[in-house]
């Protein structure tokens, strides 16, 4: 018995129309939302030093790692894409613990901020270690690794490119 409902409803569109309706309209806004969103990310230069305080040698270290940081981790999270890469989970992982699913971008600048600079910290101490003109710059304008750091976490900060650049 073929029951024939289209004098009650009328005619129905074929379901795969809407199916393809649907999966091209959001590929369409998948994809304006990423170009949206790839123009937000920060572009690193040198940065002045006003008062004479910086070491070249550890501003161009700080410029290369952080134009590969922002391609291969910063990124990516902040256009939510699924991690791929280590750099990558341990963002995700750090926002998650802190703001769970709720994270914006200040969020991801704060938590990049973090993981960014152990990681030149280390770089740093072993430039220091091993390279006797950084030694010598370092030792004669900085007090400690700590005030170092801080100089440079202010100049290259993601904060501090992501608000300049606003």
Request: with cysteine; charged share 25%.
């Amino acid at each position: 018995m073929d029951l024939n409902y289209e004098w009650l409803w009328g005619k129905q569109p074929k379901r795969s129309t809407n199916l393809k309706l649907s999966m091209t309209s959001g590929l369409i806004s998948a994809a304006l939302l990423a170009s949206c969103a790839s123009n937000d990310l920060p572009v690193i230069v040198l940065a002045e030093h006003p008062d004479g305080r910086g070491v070249p040698a550890i501003d161009d270290v700080i410029v290369e790692m952080k134009n590969e940081y922002v391609q291969d981790c910063y990124g990516p999270v902040v256009l939510r894409e699924i991690p791929e890469t280590r750099c990558q989970t341990e963002l995700f992982q750090l926002l998650e613990r802190r703001y769970r699913l709720n994270y914006k971008k200040v969020h991801v600048d704060m938590a990049s901020d973090d993981l960014f600079f152990r990681d030149v910290d280390s770089r740093i101490r072993v430039m220091v270690r091993t390279d006797p003109d950084v030694r010598q710059r370092v030792k004669a304008q900085f007090r400690s690794q700590e005030e170092l750091l801080s100089y440079y976490k202010a100049l290259y900060g993601f904060n501090a490119i992501t608000s300049a650049s606003n």
